[in-house]
């Protein structure tokens, strides 16, 4: 699903932050010619997620040479104690690598994770979990790609997807009715409206004004009841803002389509994933 350019240029650029011009432990430590097997281990219970971008940070290290075997797949769930993969290679790349390696592994797990965690606590219900824009620099499709692998659905990747009107577009475009109109007026055929609405008034506008989804922005659960009610299926109802895994479910209740969180992507735990030289 990753363009492998993208990949490789965010472990160049992670490697050469990390090794200026030469690793002061390893280069003077581990003799060139040493060669070494090592162990991915999962230690917590989650999604699995970047396995094998972890993998090519090794492959860009020793373009040849290099051996991976290869136990658990993203989508996998992990059980403490696990074995993720084995490794054999030059030790001096295994140690290089390893930080950077796990960096990526354990953070895109731990997107995962999270967003499974919101899935399972939304099963039986209409909606779906997306995820948001709140995502690192640089990171983004990385993000997005584990939010899918923990069961969640993408929203838009930047700008360009989609016009997405906020309170703000509102305020200084001269109001929803106004800058719906203009919007439609230069919009290819192609790209959706979506709205953020803040209570029932601006729902009524929103539908009025007949944009595609309309996001109801930190209402209230009963709030959220009369909006499902009042849209009637007219337009996708995204709830957003402050979503919990308390409040997760009451809000999946109501019958909105979909909760995004930008929690699952800016706020997650880093999976407990090490690497270990094998003795």
């Not at 797949?73 to 104690?81: F, Y």
């Not at 979503?243 to 800016?266: K, L, N, P, W």
């Amino acid at each position: 699903m990753i363009n492998r350019i993208y990949v490789d240029n965010i472990i160049k650029t992670a490697l050469l932050e990390d090794i200026n011009y030469l690793d002061a432990a390893t280069d003077y430590l581990i003799d060139e010619d040493q060669e070494d097997s090592a162990r991915f281990l999962a230690k917590d219970d989650g999604v699995l997620c970047g396995i094998d971008i972890a993998l090519r940070v090794f492959e860009l290290l020793q373009p040849s040479g290099f051996e991976a075997k290869v136990f658990r797949h993203d989508g996998d769930e992990l059980k403490k104690g696990d074995v993720i993969a084995e490794i054999r290679g030059k030790t001096r790349n295994l140690l290089k690598g390893e930080r950077t390696a796990l960096n990526l592994i354990q953070h895109l797990s731990g997107v995962a994770t999270a967003t499974n965690r919101a899935v399972r606590l939304v099963e039986g219900t209409n909606a779906s979990i997306a995820d948001t824009r709140k995502t690192l620099p640089g990171l983004r499709p990385l993000q997005k790609y584990a939010v899918t692998v923990g069961g969640g659905r993408n929203h838009r990747f930047n700008l360009s997807d989609a016009a997405m009107l906020k309170d703000n577009h509102v305020d200084a475009g001269g109001g929803i009715k106004n800058a719906v109109e203009k919007l439609k007026s230069r919009l290819g055929h192609t790209v959706k409206i979506e709205l953020e609405v803040r209570d029932l008034r601006e729902l009524a506008q929103a539908l009025e004004a007949g944009v595609d989804i309309i996001m109801l922005d930190n209402m209230s659960v009963e709030m959220m009841k009369q909006a499902v009610e009042i849209t009637g299926g007219r337009a996708l109802l995204e709830a957003s803002g402050g979503i919990t895994d308390e409040t997760i479910r009451a809000i999946a209740e109501t019958g909105v389509d979909i909760i995004s969180m930008g929690a699952i992507t800016h706020s997650v735990k880093a999976f407990d994933i090490s690497l270990k030289i094998v003795k």
